[in-house]
């Protein structure tokens, strides 16, 4: 499949309020951060502290609030934005709860079904809110792991961002280079959630790839069994191919892979 017409995929259905996601999703994160060392390193962003990764989050809210208020019909030229951080790091707790709230804002200042640019699958406002969700999630969770903590990950929510990484995923060569080699002879991974029954197949063909939605039972070169939060947390490079909770079956190289060029 090549993404060059993202206004021809039809959103995923989903029954989550993205809106209402993010600020809890940002809640979630500002109590695991109120009292932490912002030096912490963060060991799902190699090379940032704490302070790295709120500063990185809140500032995307803040960027997609900009895009979103002025319904861009067009790829923006810039990504400057009046992030208003504060002088000391003791303050990034309150600032991220601020960009929620700027956020949330800009929510309600824009009907999710107004048609917008989006580099993604979906050419509609809702298209920020449920990109910004799970960068808000993901980065949650990557803060919990930094402070010693298992993250958790509503089953919902991850059915809902496993969908959103795999439409969009296809779209993203322009700033995620390596995802231009996910292409190959016509071959096949699935990934299967042992806590449901939900399943995504993707097919690499010689020009390009994607979501295969026609032959979803179709026998796959390679399967990825796990929970739904494992999966989101594999796809977003959080977990490894191998890690115990996860069961694989199927080409091994083509799993590998999958994992040197998909990261997002």
Request: charged share 25%.
């Amino acid at each position: 499949m090549k993404p060059s017409d993202p206004a021809h995929h039809a959103p995923v259905a989903t029954t989550i309020d993205h809106r209402a996601a993010v600020a809890a999703e940002t809640a979630r994160f500002v109590a695991a951060i109120k009292d932490a060392d912002m030096a912490t390193a963060v060991p799902g962003c190699p090379g940032w502290t704490l302070a790295d990764l709120v500063k990185h989050t809140g500032s995307v809210q803040r960027w997609f609030s900009v895009l979103l208020r002025a319904r861009i019909q067009e790829p923006p030229r810039t990504r400057e934005v009046d992030l208003r951080l504060p002088d000391h790091e003791d303050g990034y707790a309150d600032w991220l709860a601020e960009s929620a709230t700027v956020a949330a804002d800009a929510f309600a200042a824009t009907h999710p079904d107004l048609p917008m640019w989006a580099w993604g699958a979906d050419q509609h406002a809702r298209f920020w809110a449920r990109r910004m969700l799970f960068e808000t999630l993901v980065h949650r969770a990557d803060a919990e792991h930094a402070l010693g903590h298992r993250p958790a990950v509503d089953r919902a929510a991850a059915v809902d961002g496993i969908d959103e990484f795999l439409v969009n995923l296809p779209f993203a060569a322009f700033f995620a280079p390596k995802v231009a080699n996910l292409r190959g002879p016509d071959r096949t991974i699935r990934f299967h959630t042992t806590d449901g029954d939900d399943a995504w197949v993707i097919r690499l063909r010689p020009d390009g790839f994607g979501l295969d939605t026609t032959h979803p039972t179709a026998a796959a070169d390679a399967t990825v069994r796990g929970t739904a939060a494992d999966l989101l947390l594999l796809l977003y490079g959080r977990v490894p191919h191998n890690a115990g909770a996860l069961t694989r079956e199927g080409d091994e190289e083509l799993l590998s892979h999958w994992s040197a060029n998909s990261s997002f």
